[in-house]
């Protein structure tokens, strides 16, 4: 089985710190999201990546970085954290395009800015 | 612009019942469907998709219906147990690489 590994499943930051969230996955797949998840926003796409060193805003990029370096790894910045980010984010991956290529995701992260 | 609705945001059902989570959807342009369970303190996973040219699928205890007429897209969990409570989602391709989610369904299953 797939497994996508989020390296927190919570984590407390102060407004103005920098974060990194820590995605991993062991399947060679070539595509990786984040996602950040709401109480009545549903999954909102933040950044993805179709290859090592590509990356391509989401819906709401504003706020938010992202680095793949390795093609396992792929990992979300908020560059000055702010309250309004805090949220579950979770991560995932696939290996074909979206159509017909399931997502698999990780547990989650839940972040709270204070 | 493009959506992804639910007709109901909880369902209660009753151990054994079947159940039938509901999405609507706005635009015809999709052409691959998908549905995903998310359980508490886990990320989504993966149940069945379906292609538009398609109107029915089924896999195990659970069955996806494509209505592209009235755009509409159900799943039905047979003989529900509580292990299906969760939230589920719908989801669908839009015009780009990117996935368009519904907001989720919760289901909860009475012993």
């Known amino acids: 089985d797939v497994k996508v590994t989020q390296s927190s499943r919570y984590l407390v930051k102060r407004t103005g710190e920098k974060v990194f969230l820590e995605c991993v996955q062991d399947?060679?797949?070539?595509?990786m999201f984040w996602y950040r998840q709401d109480p009545g926003l549903g999954l909102r796409l933040i950044y993805f990546?179709?290859?090592?060193?590509?990356?391509e805003k989401g819906d709401i990029p504003e706020g938010y970085s992202v680095s793949r370096e390795k093609k396992e790894r792929f990992s979300l910045i908020l560059e000055s954290a702010s309250t309004n980010q805090t949220s579950m984010y979770l991560c995932?991956?696939?290996?074909?395009?979206?159509?017909?290529?399931?997502?698999?995701f990780g547990n989650g992260t839940r972040l709270t800015v204070t | 612009g493009e959506s992804v609705g639910l007709h109901l945001p909880t369902l209660s059902v009753q151990e054994g019942d079947n159940s039938i989570i509901n999405c609507a959807y706005s635009?015809?342009?999709?052409?691959?469907f998908i549905w995903y369970k998310q359980e508490s303190g886990k990320g989504p996973q993966f149940i069945i998709d379906?292609?538009?040219n398609m109107d029915k699928r089924q896999g195990q205890r659970v069955t996806v219906l494509l209505n592209k007429t009235v755009k509409h897209l159900s799943l039905q969990i047979a003989a529900t147990q509580p292990g299906d409570s969760a939230v589920y989602f719908c989801?669908?391709?839009?015009?780009?690489?990117?996935?368009?989610w519904g907001l989720g369904t919760s289901l909860a299953v009475n012993p």
């Open positions: 989801a669908r391709t839009g015009n780009n690489r990117k996935l368009i």
């Open positions: 635009n015809s342009a999709s052409d691959y």
């Open positions: 379906i292609r538009s």
């Open positions: 399947m060679d797949h070539e595509n």
């Open positions: 990546s179709y290859d090592v060193k590509m990356k």
């Open positions: 995932a991956s696939t290996q074909g395009g979206i159509k017909g290529s399931p997502l698999h």
